[in-house]
C-alpha cells in the first residue's frame, strides 16, 4: 500500500505530500485496523498536514447532486446498500450481499454478460416471449474464441440472478429485497427521502432495464402510495 501511494504522490501527482491534505476513500466495513495504517503511513511516511477518510459510496452520492438517498453499489465479488442522510452514511442499516457480477459471470460466462445481457421487466413474461418468437430477443455472440453462437433467453436469464439468486442455486435475498430490507431498517421518519432516492452504481448495475426493474420490484415490497425513484447511473 505504501508503495502505492508514492507511485501517486510523486509519478502520478507530482506532488509534495507534506503539502497538501489528504482524502482517502474506504468500502463499507473496513476494518478499524485498515483505516489506521492508512493514516499511519500517511503521516509518519509521507508527513501529510491532514487527512479525511470518508466512505466512497458517500461520495458517489453526493457526486450525483444528492445528500440522502440509498446507494446500492454491486460490483464483482459483493453489493454493498448504504443509506445517507444529509452526507452521512446509517452505519447499523448498512448491508452486505454476497450476490455481484461474478456470479453471473460464473453461471453465464463474461463475453455474454458484458455485450448481450438486459434485465427483463417482467420474467415470466419474457420467458414466453423468447419461446413463441425467438427471434425477438435472439442475437449473436462472437467470445474472444470466434466461435458465433446465437443467445436467445439466456440475454435475460444471466441478470435475473440478482433479482431470483436461487436460478444460480444461491440461498440469499435479491437485490431489491436487500435494498427495502435496508431502508426499511432506518428510522421511520427518513424512508420516504429513501425511497425516492435508489442510486445504483457499480459494474453490475450496467444492465439495460435494471432501473425500470428496480422501480417495479420495490415498488412492491413498500407501503402503497410510496413514491419510488431509481437513478441509474450508468447506461441502462
Do not use: W
Amino acid at each position: 500500500m505504501e508503495k502505492i501511494y508514492h507511485h501517486t504522490f510523486y509519478n502520478e501527482l507530482c506532488v509534495a505530500p507534506e503539502e497538501h491534505p489528504v482524502l482517502l476513500t474506504e468500502a463499507p466495513f473496513n476494518p478499524m485496523r485498515n483505516r489506521d495504517k492508512m493514516t499511519q503511513i500517511m503521516f509518519e511516511t509521507f508527513n501529510v498536514p491532514a487527512v479525511y477518510v470518508a466512505i466512497q459510496i458517500v461520495l458517489f452520492l453526493s457526486a450525483n447532486g444528492r445528500t440522502t438517498g440509498i446507494v446500492l453499489d454491486s460490483g464483482d465479488t459483493v453489493s454493498n446498500t448504504v443509506p445517507i442522510y444529509e452526507g452521512h452514511a446509517l452505519p447499523l442499516a448498512i448491508t452486505l450481499l454476497n450476490l455481484a457480477g461474478r456470479d453471473l459471470t460464473e453461471d453465464n460466462g463474461y463475453h455474454m454478460k458484458e455485450t448481450l445481457a438486459y434485465v427483463a421487466l417482467d420474467f415470466e413474461q419474457e420467458i414466453e416471449k423468447a419461446k413463441n418468437c425467438s427471434e425477438s430477443v435472439e442475437k449473436s455472440n462472437e467470445p474472444p474464441d470466434g466461435q458465433v453462437i446465437n443467445v436467445g433467453a439466456e440475454r435475460f436469464r444471466c441478470p435475473e440472478v440478482l433479482f431470483q439468486p436461487s436460478l444460480a442455486g444461491m440461498d440469499v435475498t435479491g437485490i431489491h429485497e436487500n435494498a427495502y430490507n435496508t431502508i426499511m431498517r432506518c428510522d421511520v421518519d427518513v424512508r420516504k427521502d429513501l425511497f425516492a432516492n435508489i442510486v445504483l452504481s457499480g459494474g453490475s448495475t450496467m444492465f439495460p432495464g435494471i432501473a425500470e426493474r428496480m422501480s417495479k420490484e420495490i415498488a412492491a415490497l413498500a407501503p402503497s402510495n410510496t413514491k419510488i425513484k431509481v437513478i441509474a447511473t450508468s447506461p441502462g
